[in-house]
């Protein structure tokens, strides 16, 4: 089975540049995950998808941050403009409501870096 | 009351050691406990969990001890190993709706020396 896939790994970008990040989750997962990770820290939640609805968006930086999950399977979350400290790794997860007790599966990360 | 707190933040010991990581919560809706054992440029993955109905669970060399009256939890990793070097996560989860919640701790980077 493969697991969640991110890309790009990397990504080096001025501020106020837009930036983008795309996720594929495990398939057949209904429930996908947005987090932030800061350097030395643990995994914050920004936005949790059911299938294509947003249903907690409460840590998500609406001002610059969007995400939109088409057809309920891929994933983008996109920063517009983006600040300096928007540097972090931005990981993404999924589940599935078949799996007892909804265990999360993490991709590798892309890890942003804002000049 | 969705924080958890981990301790150390590092910690170094000899092949062979028994590393330990402590957490405590406050929030006592939180039903299952698990620990994320994260590689340099890999996400976390899931290493164990636990029920709070249970105060100890075993897999392998790795063991999660639960104190439900205090509202702690800590891992331990019996023979340590140089392959275990990572940075470990316990985390703590509710589930709203259909799907469960994770709150991390802030990590505790292990380092077993060979």
């Known amino acids: 089975e493969a697991g969640v896939v991110q890309s790009p790994r990397y990504k080096i970008i001025e501020k106020k540049q837009p930036v983008a990040f795309w996720c594929n989750p495990i398939?057949?997962?209904?429930?996908l995950y947005w987090y932030l990770q800061n350097l030395g820290q643990g995994p914050e939640l920004l936005i949790r998808y059911e299938n294509e609805e947003a249903v907690d968006d409460s840590q998500l930086p609406k001002d610059r941050f969007s995400a939109e999950r088409l057809k309920g399977v891929d994933s983008t979350l996109k920063i517009q403009p983006a600040e300096l400290g928007d540097s972090a790794v931005y990981l993404c997860a999924s589940s599935s409501h078949g799996t007892s007790p909804y265990e999360q599966y993490f991709g590798p990360g892309t890890r942003l870096t804002v000049t | 009351q969705q924080q958890v707190k981990q301790s150390p933040q590092s910690l170094i010991v000899q092949k062979g050691g028994i590393p330990i990581i402590n957490c405590a919560y406050e929030n006592t809706a939180f039903d299952y406990f698990p620990w994320y054992q994260q590689f340099p440029g890999k996400g976390p993955a899931l290493l164990i969990a636990i029920r709070p109905d249970v105060s100890e669970k075993k897999e392998g060399r790795f063991t999660i001890s639960f104190n439900k009256s205090a509202k702690q939890f800590s891992l331990h990793i019996m023979d340590s190993q140089p392959g275990d070097s990572a940075t470990y996560f316990c985390a703590a989860s509710i589930i709203p709706g259909s799907a469960r919640q994770l709150t991390f701790g802030s990590g505790t980077q292990l380092t077993v020396l060979p």
């Open positions: 398939s057949g997962h209904n429930t």
